[in-house]
């Protein structure tokens, strides 16, 4: 087996979150957190257009083009943004496409968004009406209600810039992500001046920094509002430049390897991995609140993580609350589809037990899925179709597939181990007389020690991750057989 085959193909949507500053990040759909009241600009703001480059250090790797549009009660706003991103060796095409109706106070009113890459395509629209969000995607709608404004990740510069905010002054906004329709706060403070080199020219820009869950970037906003560059994360940085300049694709090369370049290496190796029935790590770097490192087969002590194999011949009770919530259908989780239902039970059969079940399902996804680093946001649906995908792809089309068969699932996401380091990674958890983690990407059930759990409930809470990315460090302390 060569070497690029044994690596897990980790969590791109995130990845690409870093990247693309916030713009990707998965959040959570149940519910929208308070968010501070409306920013009323002082004056209208004039119509804006830019086209930046986005560079990986150095090398051109895509551009964006955004552009503001005032009318006669709101805004406009559109943006394009095309990277070519390399995963696991494979460089994929991405184009993301946002079009929005904003507020006179540059909250949200309406989106339409569409996430292509060179395999999978998504869509999603929304508006906002008495404080009830109706948000559509494929064959799915949902409703949401919510008190409060929200904005959009392309206009909170532009909404911070018009509010007069002073220096050294932070405010917070809840940004809105129409790749997972929800919202997440993010702090902005404009820190003051600086001399700029743009375009082969000098000016006096002010410089905001935006805070997203410990995730910083930095802009340069010139003195009629535009932004005319953002650093942020893995030496990514967007400068202002012509539109020739930025659809000139010929100058455009793969990103670096994102899935190897934010993994981490550790000293110690594992051997045998799959025959290890504890393992004990030393965590350091990050702040594990809001993380879910503790519970289950995980033992977390202050800074010290033991990771057990579960002992399958144990049962613990599941509540009936939680039974219904996590063997029903959700968001991109189509278990009630009839393809999906169809396809369960050709799997299965009424008389297997749980454990026969999920060991079926599990088989048969990791049997039937090319193992392929796809960026996309996971569909079951569309992977059922597509038979092929990642490890979101796989968790979310096994999550769906043992709902349907009435055992409950939900996702899992954190860290896994290959070659001297962990890799971002996600897989499921299936309630069989107790919690078990399953890695169908693997065709392990349980899944091995090395898999670091550190959020679970679906793949709309892996933005928890982003304050994990590039900071967390790994001790590995002892591993038992």
Known sequence: MSQKSKIPYSIITIICSAVLFIALLAIRLDYFRDLPSPILPDTRVAEKESWMSITQNG?????THRKLTPTDCCYEISETIFMKIDTMGIANDLNIKTNA??????????????????????????????????????????????????????????????????????KTFNV?????????????????????????????ATVAEVDFMGTKQTAWIDDQGNIVKEKGFMGITLTKTSKEDALETDAVSASEDLTKLVSVPVKTPVNNKTDLSALSLKLSGID????????????????ILTITKEDLSYSRPINNEDRILYTSPSL?????????????????SPEDDDLVKATKLVNWVHDNLEKRPVISIPSAIETLNNRMGDCNEHAALLTALARAAGIPAQIEAGLVYTDNRFYYHAWNVLFIDQWVTADSLMGQIPADVTHIRLVRGGLNNLNELARVIGKINIEILEHQK
Request: hydrophobic share 35%; aromatic share 10%; no cysteine.
């Open 288 to 303: 594990l609140s809001g993380l879910f490192p503790d519970g289950g087969r995980q033992s977390l002590n202050n800074d």
């Open 176 to 204: 809105f992500d129409p790749s997972t329709m929800s919202s997440k706060p993010v702090e902005i403070t404009f820190k003051g001046n600086e001399s700029i080199e743009i375009q082969k020219e000098s000016i006096m």
């Open 59 to 63: 090398n051109k790797i895509g551009y």
């Open 101 to 170: 109706v904003l507020n006179p106070d540059f909250t949200l009113f309406s989106f339409d968004f569409t996430l292509m890459s060179d395999i999978f395509n998504f869509t999603a629209k929304g508006q906002l009406r008495d404080s009830i969000f109706t948000i559509s995607t494929g064959d799915q709608n949902i409703q949401i209600e919510t008190k409060h404004p929200v904005y959009i990740s392309s206009a909170i510069l532009s909404a911070a810039w018009s509010s007069g905010i002073s220096q050294n002054m932070t």
């Open 332 to 348: 991109l989780i189509q278990s009630d589809h009839p393809d999906i239902i169809e396809t369960t039970f050709m799997i299965i």
